[in-house]
């Protein structure tokens, strides 16, 4: 059974920095484009970052570029978002999904994967 497990969320105050994992029981993690989406209260779910297949793709939403980095370890079948500078609007939860090959799409709907998610919590 395909499963996404993310940990690494907590409460932190606003400059500090979490590390978010993401562990994929997938057997061709490899072949997987990886995405971050985050939803706070009230507000739809968004686009937060993601990673190709390959590694060689990142793409960020605007809000988080130059603050956050995901990258991936395919020995460990793991994704990763290092977040850095974080605000209190990065308060949400952030699920961690994935799609088979493809490139590192925005929308979650061409996404067919997801984690439970892991809630961030930024404090002013």
């Known amino acids: 059974q395909v499963q996404l497990v993310e940990s690494g969320g907590g409460l932190v105050q606003a400059g500090g920095s979490l590390r978010l994992s993401c562990a994929a029981s997938?057997?061709?993690?490899?072949?997987?484009?990886m995405g971050w989406f985050r939803q706070a209260p009230g507000k739809e779910r968004e686009f937060v970052a993601a990673?190709?297949?390959?590694?060689?793709?990142?793409s960020y939403a605007d809000f988080v570029k130059g603050r956050f980095t995901v990258s991936r370890d395919n020995a460990k079948n793991t994704v990763y978002l290092q977040m850095n500078s974080l605000k209190p609007e990065d308060t949400g939860v952030y699920y961690c999904?994935?799609?088979?090959?493809?490139?590192?799409?925005?929308?979650?709907?061409?996404?067919?994967?997801w984690g439970q998610g892991t809630q961030v919590t930024v404090s002013s």
């Open positions: 999904t994935a799609r088979l090959l493809g490139g590192t799409y925005s929308q979650p709907g061409e996404y067919t994967i």
């Open positions: 990673i190709s297949w390959s590694g060689s793709m990142p």
């Open positions: 997938i057997r061709t993690f490899s072949s997987y484009t």
